[in-house]
């Protein structure tokens, strides 16, 4: 390939008014999967004193949803890039709801182990595959703007799990179970939006703008 100019940015799509209403969108979805991992430590207090857990069981759910991702992230990309980010993200959000729900269902601490591993799955994924939507979205010089703020949205669902025994209290006060069904049905936001997305991106993405003074040479092997 060379280039006679550069003028102009192109590979990027970047002239649709709802690209911001996409970035809206990943950063709901992102933010309530980043909500649903950090969720047991706000009641990891609870689940000693009511449940027994130990503090190496804690932390075993704490760190099981990392595995996942540990063996999955190639795989996640490769999926990614056959079946387009916006249908990967919302198959990894109905994974992170199927989790979230066994995990605030769970009545063994195996089952909740279980729920946990199952959310790991999607967590890694999602995160990817919405970083890779927004560059559909997005044009080169945009898009790390977008992305930038897709990660400070996405932090907000942390701090708000953080947060949650202050503005949830009246949860947390009924035990440790009814902070994870919030969890849960805050995942569960996330899939609606991640399924808006999905809608947005099948029918209204625009075509990619192609550089200007930009032409293509077949590649010749020396």
Request: glycine share 10%; charged share 10%.
């Amino acid at each position: 390939m060379s280039q006679a100019a550069t003028v102009g940015a192109g590979g990027g799509h970047g002239d649709s008014a709802l690209r911001w209403w996409v970035l809206l969108l990943a950063a709901i979805a992102v933010s309530s999967s980043y909500y649903e991992a950090d969720a047991i430590g706000p009641i990891a207090d609870l689940l000693h004193r009511q449940r027994g857990f130990s503090q190496s069981q804690l932390g075993t759910l704490n760190g099981i949803i990392s595995v996942p991702s540990v063996v999955l992230a190639l795989v996640n990309g490769l999926l990614i890039d056959r079946y387009g980010p916006a249908r990967m993200a919302l198959w990894s959000a109905v994974v992170g709801v199927v989790g979230a729900l066994v995990t605030a269902g769970a009545g063994s601490y195996e089952v909740m182990v279980a729920g946990r591993f199952i959310f790991g799955a999607s967590e890694g994924a999602i995160f990817i595959a919405l970083v890779a939507a927004l560059a559909r979205w997005f044009s080169p010089s945009g898009i790390a703007l977008a992305t930038a703020l897709y990660l400070s949205l996405a932090r907000v669902g942390s701090y708000a799990a953080d947060t949650s025994p202050t503005w949830a209290r009246a949860l947390y006060d009924s035990g440790w179970r009814a902070p994870l069904w919030l969890g849960a049905a805050l995942t569960a936001a996330g899939f609606i939006a991640a399924l808006v997305l999905y809608a947005l991106d099948r029918k209204h993405l625009p075509p990619p703008r192609r550089a200007v003074g930009v032409t293509e040479e077949p590649v010749r092997w020396a």
